[in-house]
């Protein structure tokens, strides 16, 4: 009997957040807001990326505005292409970018920041302490 219970609270649950994400994503498209571009430059990132990831492509699922989150590699040696190709396969909106340096870093920012309708916010999570400035931002942002 409590096994029922749990499994129809469970199946009331997910229906509910079906319908509320619909609702949302309805809503987005009503709104006409900007969207958001999130451009990471990362290098050799394995150990927080996938973390930064998710928490991102969470946060902005549940949010107001469509949003995209472009991912440059600057040369990574580790598993941070793979981690992130992983998660951009079952992910819509995240695009990986791998560079060789930081001459074609810049090129492809320019090409990603040609759209003047969307918000963008660039994050260098080379630099201690930025991925948490990612999510806050988005936090606050996407709402």
């Not at 994503?25 to 451009?39: A, G, M, N, S, T």
Request: with cysteine; proline share 1%.
């Amino acid at each position: 009997m409590v096994e029922a219970l749990v499994f129809w609270a469970l199946a009331l649950y997910g229906a509910l957040m079906i319908v509320w994400q619909s609702v949302n994503r309805i809503k987005r498209r009503v709104e006409k807001q900007h969207p958001v571009k999130v451009i990471l430059v990362v290098q050799n990132a394995e150990n927080y990326i996938e973390g930064v990831l998710r928490t991102l492509l969470f946060t902005t699922s549940f949010g107001r505005r469509d949003h995209e989150v472009f991912v440059m590699d600057i040369g990574s040696t580790d598993d941070t292409e793979r981690i992130v190709q992983t998660l951009a396969e079952r992910a819509d909106g995240l695009r990986y970018t791998r560079l060789s340096g930081e001459t074609d870093f810049y090129q492809e920012l320019e090409r990603a920041c040609w759209d003047f309708d969307s918000v963008r916010c660039i994050y260098d999570l080379r630099v201690n302490g930025m991925a948490h400035d990612v999510t806050a931002d988005m936090l606050s942002l996407c709402q």
